[in-house]
């Protein structure tokens, strides 16, 4: 069983649309994470979110926005796509966060984003 | 602002090798530091967390240490193995459970 799962696992797409990638986690963790890893494979952190705090990264453009139905998703929204944001996209969860008291972050599999 | 910074950015040995990868960060106010593992392709493997109050962890074949003070860390793999092969990503993690992720190891571990 998968513990976080992304969809789609590849995206092209063109400049200027909007998009959104999925992410679910089934291990009943209260904080989730987007993060964005880069061509040159340099991972940064993108919102860590719980229901309680969403902690934005200040380089984020307002362009891309999580959005979370429940505790168990958190969706990445992205508006005007473009060419600068292909990327691959990991969403990641764990059961604490936003404290002192830090535990692991587990990765989904990546969402391999491409604009065109 | 922290920064993560990882040395060698690849390292190649042939198979039984022990090896050691770096790992030093700029803001010593960390809550934790862990270690990753990333095949080609694929996600992060958390391999080793180490809290702010700890020294050192173990886990099999792997050895991460931790020194607050000098902003370093280390990973140790003992008789390393082709499967070890993979990039290897250390991530210092501050307030709001962010982590701040190196450049990572490539390594290649020769049959």
């Known amino acids: 069983d998968t513990a976080v799962s992304q969809t789609p696992k590849y995206l092209v797409t063109q400049m200027g649309n909007d998009k959104s990638i999925k992410c679910e986690q089934n291990?009943?963790?209260?904080?989730m994470y987007w993060y964005k890893q880069d061509s040159k494979k340099f991972l940064k952190i993108m919102f860590s979110?719980?229901?309680?705090?969403?902690?934005i990264n200040e380089t984020v453009p307002n362009r891309f926005s999580p959005k979370s139905p429940d505790k168990a998703h958190l969706n990445l929204h992205i508006n005007s796509l473009e060419l600068g944001d292909s990327a691959v996209y990991f969403c990641?969860?764990?059961?604490?966060?936003?404290?002192?008291?830090?535990?692991?972050?587990?990765f989904g599999p990546g969402t391999r984003l491409t604009v065109l | 602002k922290q920064e993560v910074t990882q040395i060698p950015a690849a390292l190649s040995v042939p198979e039984g090798e022990n090896l050691v990868l770096n790992c030093s960060f700029t803001?010593?106010?960390?809550?934790?530091l862990q270690w990753f593992r990333q095949d080609p392709g694929k996600g992060l493997t958390s391999l080793l967390l180490?809290?702010?109050?700890?020294r050192e962890q173990t886990s099999g074949r792997l050895n991460a240490s931790l020194d607050k003070s000098s902003g370093r860390s280390t990973l140790y793999i003992a008789a390393s193995q082709p499967g070890d092969s993979a990039t290897y990503l250390c991530?210092?993690?501050?307030?709001?459970?962010?982590?701040?992720f190196g450049g990572g190891t490539r390594l290649m571990v020769k049959p």
């Open positions: 990641a969860s764990s059961q604490l966060g936003g404290g002192p008291r830090t535990d692991t972050q587990y």
């Open positions: 291990l009943g963790h209260d904080t």
């Open positions: 979110y719980n229901n309680k705090e969403l902690i």
């Open positions: 803001d010593s106010a960390i809550y934790n």
């Open positions: 180490i809290q702010s109050s700890q």
């Open positions: 991530a210092a993690t501050n307030a709001g459970n962010m982590l701040t």
